[in-house]
């Protein structure tokens, strides 16, 4: 029958359309597998967490505490730990936080930021980032995507109450897309940095 279909179309013609054809299943299977996922909830914390993808800048001086980082993103199902050691200086005070991940893994990244990094005062826009990624103290955005952030706004962002939905609204607020370097006077005043 399907010979029959395709006995007037030149060859080229009917290895095109049978090509577009499977093109279309696999979307639609594709759809329908990611609709089927959406519904399914997630039984406990960290179920889905396994996707996430973690990039972590450190200081020569804080290469001994890998095990120990490794060990707290493992608590949550996380095991993609990346690290990269500087052999000089200090890697940059960011945060790079995704649309995908939880708040609570935020946070967490958050207080290992402020640990072994000392400190963030910078956050990179989401609109810069896959889903399912974080990256402490990384040098890999241009200064435009990153957005300054005060003591006061991190703190905000760091509050316990905020669920997923509420903390990316917040992150998105204090780290827009800008196309203003970080250092521009009215960036810095947007985000309460003097």
Do not use: C
């Not at 095991?79 to 050691?85: D, G, L």
């Amino acid at each position: 029958m399907l010979l029959n279909v395709f006995a007037g179309l030149p060859m080229r013609h009917a290895v095109r359309v049978i090509v577009l054809v499977g093109i279309f299943l696999l979307q639609m299977e594709t759809r329908a597998g990611r609709a089927l996922a959406a519904e399914q909830p997630t039984t406990h914390p960290g179920e889905g967490n396994g996707k996430i993808r973690v990039e972590i800048y450190l200081a020569a001086d804080r290469a001994k505490d890998l095990d120990a980082i490794r060990a707290q993103f493992a608590t949550l199902g996380i095991h993609k730990v990346q690290p990269q050691i500087f052999r000089a200086g200090r890697p940059p005070w960011n945060i790079a936080i995704g649309h995908g991940i939880p708040a609570e893994v935020a946070r967490m990244a958050m207080a290992l930021a402020v640990t072994y990094n000392q400190g963030i005062t910078y956050l990179v826009s989401e609109t810069r980032l896959m889903d399912h990624y974080i990256g402490i103290g990384t040098s890999l955005f241009d200064e435009l995507f990153q957005i300054p952030i005060s003591p006061e706004n991190l703190k905000r962002l760091q509050d316990p109450a905020l669920d997923t939905a509420a903390f990316h609204a917040l992150y998105q607020e204090l780290a827009p897309l800008a196309f203003r370097p970080s250092w521009d006077p009215l960036v810095r005043s947007k985000a309460g940095v003097p």
